[in-house]
């Protein structure tokens, strides 16, 4: 028998009796709900942790052999579909980043962030993809022997999981503070968020997926610095999780701070409190904060159940995973996951529905690659709008000098 790690998500352990179609589980994730298939390999069981064994001892279960059955067979149903639904949203989300060649103008500092968001969402697709395939399809549904590693590569995923999801949710307040600038200050607004304080706020943000690995190994005799990374004892205690619940949440209020102060602005606006110049600019920049806080709603949607029931259940948790019935952690674990993937898959969706420049760029694209329009005209078209935005910026200027020195 060989227990695995969590994957994230709330998990359980349970042993199964020797004769029974399951090996033991530890805890599994929103992925990993059932136990893997038996087979004769090292048991990492037996490697010393107290707190595992203490876990064990309060969670001795068994689950007939017809239940049993009747979840793989129920795995054999939902993984496949869930990484199809993946697989889309990671193709959904590069072909908006495709796109990008066909915009007619500079990225501007919002669609770049979107654009970095969309990178976001492809990541947690793969992630979650990779994650359906090692942890469920091939050991619970094919009965594939992952190997005396099998935790560490459960571990590796929680950690570039997590990372996902504090990237994104560091993506949406970076999108809020630049929507927050250009309301509340939004004559400064181009002296303030200029590409290259953009480029550097998505670089220092995609720092954590890669540095959020290293935080497995921080405790000693623990996580990847144990035996074949059997020991995980900080996954399930309250400080862990509530630390991931503070990445979630501090955000989210920073950003419902945020929206609802613009929201007070744009409602003076509407009452013709502020300027007529101002006004544009603020009509302009509504539109956007309406697109984000679409996507932000999905990520709320997506993401709030999983993090309420990751810092609900664990050891010393309110709700004690010991106290869950199987298929109750079952259901909530596939509904879960499932509001996570279709979250990937509807931002793409908003991002065409709400942004010209990614709508019009992939109509271009589609003309492109279906061979009515030639990447030389496009390329003479761009280059034109580009100049004639140039000579009728510099026209303006010309009018604001002489107008000028009328005034002198």
């Avoid at 497995?216 to 144990?226: M, T």
């Avoid at 509904?335 to 993937?341: L, T």
Wanted: aromatic content about 10%; charged content about 15%.
């Amino acid at each position: 028998m060989q227990s695995r790690p969590p994957v994230l998500w709330p998990m359980d352990r349970r042993l199964q009796p020797s004769n029974s179609l399951l090996e033991t589980s530890d805890y599994t994730d929103l992925i990993d709900c059932l136990p893997v298939t038996s087979r004769p390999s090292r048991s990492l069981c037996n490697i010393p942790n107290d707190t595992s064994e203490s876990f064990l001892n309060e969670s001795l279960a068994s689950t007939s052999p017809q239940e049993e059955i009747d979840l793989i067979e129920l795995y054999r149903v939902v993984v496949p579909v869930m990484l199809t639904v993946c697989i889309l949203s990671l193709v959904f989300n590069l072909i908006i980043l495709l796109s990008v060649k066909w915009v007619k103008k500079s990225l501007s500092p919002t669609l770049l962030l979107s654009l970095s968001l969309a990178v976001a969402d492809a990541y947690a697709s793969m992630v979650i993809g990779v994650g359906l395939v090692v942890n469920s399809l091939l050991p619970i549904v094919y009965g594939v022997d992952m190997g005396p590693f099998s935790n560490c590569y459960v571990l590796v995923l929680e950690a570039f999981r997590l990372g996902g999801m504090v990237v994104t949710v560091f993506h949406l307040l970076a999108l809020a503070i630049n929507h927050y600038i250009g309301i509340l200050r939004p004559l400064h607004y181009a002296a303030t968020v200029t590409r290259g304080t953009v480029a550097w706020a998505i670089t220092c943000m995609w720092i954590v997926p890669v540095i959020f690995p290293s935080v497995f190994s921080l405790v000693p005799n623990d996580g990847f610095r144990s035996p074949y990374c059997s020991s995980y004892d900080f996954l399930l205690r309250i400080p862990f999780r509530a630390t991931v619940s503070t990445l979630f949440f501090v955000p989210l209020i920073l950003m419902s701070v945020m929206y609802i102060h613009m929201f007070v602005v744009v409602k003076r606006h509407q009452h013709g409190v502020l300027q007529l110049q101002m006004g544009r600019q603020l009509h302009k920049s509504v539109k956007a904060v309406i697109t984000t806080l679409l996507i932000l709603g999905t990520y709320v949607v997506g993401w709030m159940p999983a993090v309420i029931f990751f810092v609900l259940t664990c050891l010393d948790c309110p709700i004690p995973l010991t106290q869950i019935q199987l298929w109750v952690r079952v259901n909530v674990a596939i509904f879960i996951n499932c509001m996570i993937v279709v979250k990937s898959f509807l931002d793409p969706i908003i991002y065409v529905a709400r942004m010209p420049e990614i709508k019009n760029a992939l109509g271009v694209m589609c003309k492109t690659r279906c061979g009515s329009v030639t990447d030389k005209v496009i390329n003479s078209h761009i280059h034109y709008k580009s100049e004639m935005n140039r000579l009728t910026f510099g026209k303006r200027q010309d009018a604001v000098k002489r107008m000028a020195a009328m005034v002198d």
